[in-house]
């Protein structure tokens, strides 16, 4: 079973970056889609973005043209690039199998990472 682990999250001033990383123990193309999500205190966990392992992309609207997420084949690792990051991005972010999470049929949400835009 593959597993999934978050890293990279810290305390960044409005306008900063933050790089996120998204470790798997396995192939990571065993996931045909990989999600990035986002859950802020009080509030549901949403999608951020996704990755196909062909490399395609797609992204909410509130995060287009800030967020980028790619892979690294060899490191068998995805990341998601955060720019011009803004409070209302303060979330714990998590990967995980989208097409898994869209059916309800996945293991379980990781511990996730904490990105904190404060200044």
């Known amino acids: 079973q593959l597993q999934l682990v978050e890293s990279g999250g810290g305390l960044v001033q409005p306008g900063g970056s933050l790089r996120l990383s998204c470790a798997a123990s396995?192939?990571?193309?065993?996931?045909?889609?990989m999600g990035w999500y986002r859950q802020a205190p009080g509030k549901q966990r949403e999608l951020v973005g996704t990755?196909?392992?062909?490399?395609?992309?797609n992204y909410e609207d509130f995060v287009k043209g800030r967020f980028t997420i790619s892979r690294d084949n060899a490191k068998n690792t995805v990341y998601l690039q955060m720019n011009s990051l803004k409070p209302e991005d303060t979330a714990v972010y998590y990967c995980?199998?989208?097409?898994?999470?869209?059916?309800?049929?996945?293991?379980?949400w990781g511990q996730g990472t904490q990105v904190t835009v404060s200044s």
């Open positions: 396995g192939s990571i193309f065993s996931i045909y889609v």
């Open positions: 995980n199998d989208h097409m898994a999470t869209l059916s309800g049929r996945f293991g379980s």
């Open positions: 990755i196909t392992r062909g490399g395609r992309t």
